[in-house]
């Protein structure tokens, strides 16, 4: 059973940053795409970016490029999700989610991923 730990949520103030980490258990992270995903109330989920299995291939939704950043930590078999210059319409429950044929692929399709982590809630508000 694959299992995740999500962790790094919280409240921030808009302009601030905050990095949520993905952990894993029982399997190795780097054997696999990795996607972010958020989903706000009444919302669909959404992909908000993900990295492939050797890190060679990511994605970014429009909204946050040059706001987020994925990356993995392969010593600590997790992977982070650095958010920057926040924004309230980025208050959402972040889930993030493997996809086991990652290798050199991604993407936020978040039909194609197969284990999902139980979600840590982000919360930008003065």
């Known amino acids: 059973q694959v299992q995740f730990v999500e962790s790094g949520g919280g409240l921030v103030q808009p302009g601030g940053s905050v990095r949520l980490s993905c952990g894993a258990s029982r399997f190795t992270l780097d054997d696999y795409a990795i996607g972010w995903f958020r989903q706000a109330p009444g919302k669909e989920r959404e992909g908000v970016t993900c990295?492939?299995?050797?890190?060679?291939?990511?994605y970014y939704l429009d909204s946050v490029k040059g706001r987020f950043t994925i990356s993995r930590d392969n010593a600590k078999n997790t992977v982070y999700l650095q958010m920057n210059s926040l924004k309230p319409e980025d208050t959402a429950v972040y889930y993030c989610?493997?996809?086991?044929?990652?290798?050199?692929?991604?993407?936020?399709?978040?039909?194609?991923?197969?284990?999902w982590g139980q979600g840590t809630q982000v919360t930008v508000s003065s």
């Open positions: 989610a493997a996809h086991r044929s990652g290798n050199h692929y991604c993407t936020a399709n978040l039909y194609e991923y197969h284990y």
């Open positions: 990295i492939s299995s050797g890190d060679d291939i990511t």
